[in-house]
């Protein structure tokens, strides 16, 4: 897989790379398989983020590779990780989780706007999210809306639920509040690219985003996150962040080489 120095240029900019055809068109069938398998066998981290009653099922799982044979294949075997170093610049890449989001059609509730980083127990600036998409999807279905360069502002946002329950330790986090995007960011600054299965998006860890509900009759949304990390990335437990599995046995400043966080990719 080769990625243009015009793709990473975009990247670098905006935060966020759409990339058609870099993945093996296999992981679309596999993954579809393996996500209704897991929908039915969720983990002990597992959510239902919809909760309006008119709503539909918005599913979400993570560190499923962990324990599913079908997603540790893909976290070790697909073009992923290896796509992640060559946007990054990294010698080595870390898998740090998974995480699948699925909306079903009429599931009407939104993903809030939020960043990445704020959440998470690490520290660096090499850190993205591959986004691979196992259905067509478009910002009516409820594809990813991005707010141009805002990872490059040097601004981080407190935590949210995306089911809007409580979470009130994400205010030991010490940061302010995410402003009203949608009446704030003038349109030509939020991004939502269009999807065909097998596609994917790149979005780096502070890049502010979110997604519309799925007001489609007939499309799934299902979408598969690997988060990987590179070689400046540290391990950070620090208050206002989420829970992860489990204690990955490394100290706060380490590297995060661990049966946990593992090296997947190397140069």
Same mark, same amino acid.
């Given at each position: 897989?080769?990625?243009?120095?015009?793709?990473?240029?975009?990247?670098?900019?905006?935060?966020?790379?759409?990339?058609?055809?870099?993945?093996?068109?296999?992981?679309?069938?596999?993954?579809?398989?393996?996500?209704?398998?897991?929908?039915?066998?969720? &983990?002990?981290?597992?959510? !239902? @983020?919809?909760? +309006?009653?008119?709503? /539909?099922?918005?599913?979400? $799982?993570?560190?499923?590779?962990?324990?599913?044979?079908?997603?540790?294949?893909?976290?070790?075997?697909?073009?992923?990780?290896?796509?992640?170093?060559?946007?990054?610049?990294?010698?080595?890449?870390?898998?740090?989780?998974?995480?699948?989001?699925?909306?079903?059609?009429?599931?009407?509730?939104?993903?809030?706007?939020?960043?990445?980083?704020?959440?998470?127990?690490?520290?660096?600036?090499?850190?993205?999210?591959?986004?691979?998409?196992?259905?067509?999807?478009?910002?009516?279905?409820?594809?990813?809306?991005?707010?141009?360069?805002?990872?490059?502002?040097?601004?981080?946002?407190?935590?949210?639920?995306?089911? &809007?329950?409580?979470?009130? !330790? @994400?205010?030991? +986090?010490?940061?302010? /509040?995410?402003?009203?995007? $949608?009446?704030?960011?003038?349109?030509?600054?939020?991004?939502?690219?269009?999807?065909?299965?097998?596609?994917?998006?790149?979005?780096?860890?502070?890049?502010?985003?979110?997604?519309?509900?799925?007001?489609?009759?007939?499309?799934?949304?299902?979408?598969?996150?690997?988060?990987?990390?590179?070689?400046?990335?540290?391990?950070?437990?620090?208050?206002?962040?989420?829970?992860?599995?489990?204690?990955?046995?490394?100290?706060?400043?380490?590297?995060?080489?661990?049966?946990?966080?593992?090296?997947?990719?190397?140069?």
């Amino acid at each position: 897989m080769r990625i243009t120095k015009e793709e990473k240029e975009i990247y670098r900019r905006d935060g966020v790379i759409k990339l058609s055809g870099a993945f093996d068109p296999k992981w679309v069938e596999f993954l579809r398989k393996a996500t209704d398998d897991n929908m039915k066998n969720p &983990g002990e981290m597992a959510e !239902e @983020y919809a909760k +309006a009653e008119n709503s /539909t099922r918005f599913f979400g $799982d993570q560190f499923i590779w962990t324990r599913n044979e079908d997603f540790r294949k893909f976290v070790f075997e697909s073009e992923a990780a290896e796509i992640a170093a060559e946007l990054m610049g990294s010698s080595k890449i870390n898998m740090f989780f998974d995480h699948l989001l699925v909306k079903e059609p009429g599931s009407v509730e939104a993903t809030p706007w939020h960043q990445d980083g704020p959440y998470w127990k690490i520290k660096g600036e090499q850190i993205c999210s591959i986004w691979f998409a196992m259905d067509e999807v478009t910002e009516e279905s409820g594809g990813v809306r991005y707010v141009k360069g805002s990872h490059n502002t040097g601004i981080r946002y407190r935590p949210q639920s995306f089911s &809007g329950s409580g979470h009130a !330790e @994400y205010d030991e +986090a010490g940061l302010e /509040t995410m402003p009203d995007i $949608d009446a704030t960011v003038p349109d030509d600054q939020i991004i939502c690219y269009d999807l065909l299965p097998g596609d994917c998006l790149i979005h780096h860890a502070n890049t502010i985003h979110g997604a519309k509900g799925n007001k489609s009759s007939g499309l799934r949304r299902r979408g598969y996150a690997t988060r990987w990390t590179g070689d400046d990335v540290v391990y950070d437990p620090r208050k206002g962040t989420t829970d992860i599995l489990r204690d990955p046995g490394i100290k706060q400043g380490d590297p995060l080489d661990s049966d946990l966080f593992p090296v997947v990719w190397k140069k």
